[in-house]
């Protein structure tokens, strides 16, 4: 993170009141923007008929990389500079003219798993030159990620025909002893819309395949990879724009 911080930088440039509380978030990368998000819900609980703005951003110059090591030469060509500003309150009279409401925000932590803590990670190479080394476990973490991130995520969307679907087999097998092959909810009959990081095309397709997705409800990562390419944090707003901007978001 640049110093001043980004945080400081816009309080600076708007020149915002004194008593404004910011939190600079850095080193989290792609998911910075919803942890973002979850850090403002909770202020908002704490302090009533207020506003939040989370500004999520990449600054690919920060970590480019010089040197000649493919793993950490990668970054240089997947990353794209980008960024994007949303506004949240608990203000009741924001409530009438507010584009969504915020229902539930969950975070699965995988940083106690050395593999996963080292999947991106920033270091040095044999000649001294700092960049971001990716894995080549990259996209198995992530399917490890997503399924437990989907597991604390599903009963709080799925609707109840679903979740009986799903327990019945599992009592099978546990109670009865019986041989029977699991179910994997439908998460289309519980979402419209879904805004999966455009991380790159396997990132996309393999959460198409994995969450059974049809092409529609994955065009708008495709297509902000393909016209901004990965924007990390951000990402998911421009996703959320192309929705909006296809008309395809209907109140309710």
Request: with cysteine.
């Amino acid at each position: 993170s640049p110093t001043p911080s980004l945080s400081a930088m816009i309080v600076n440039h708007y020149k915002m009141p004194r008593h404004i509380r910011t939190y600079n978030l850095g080193g989290m990368g792609c998911s910075a923007g919803i942890i973002a998000i979850e850090l403002a819900h909770d202020l908002l609980q704490v302090y009533p008929n207020s506003n939040a703005v989370v500004v999520s951003t990449e600054n690919i110059s920060q970590n480019w990389y010089p040197g000649n090591e493919k793993s950490m030469l990668l970054p240089n060509a997947l990353f794209r500079v980008g960024g994007a500003a949303i506004l949240l309150s608990n203000k009741g009279k924001d409530a009438s003219r507010a584009k969504y409401k915020l229902l539930h925000v969950v975070r699965t932590h995988m940083g106690a798993d050395d593999d996963a803590y080292e999947t991106i990670f920033q270091c040095e190479d044999n000649k001294g030159n700092r960049g971001v080394r990716l894995s080549k476990k990259f996209m198995q973490i992530a399917a490890e990620s997503l399924k437990a991130n989907i597991t604390s995520l599903a009963p709080l969307i799925l609707p109840l025909s679903e979740k009986l679907r799903y327990l019945w087999p599992l009592l099978q097998r546990r109670l009865l002893g019986w041989k029977v092959a699991s179910y994997n909810p439908d998460f289309k009959k519980a979402i419209d819309h879904i805004c999966i990081h455009a991380g790159g095309r396997a990132v996309i397709d393999a959460l198409e395949e994995s969450l059974q997705l049809t092409p529609d409800l994955v065009e708008p990562s495709r297509a902000t990879l393909h016209r901004w390419g990965n924007t990390s944090s951000s990402s998911i707003w421009y996703e959320l724009g192309y929705i909006e901007h296809k008309g395809r978001m209907h109140k309710g």
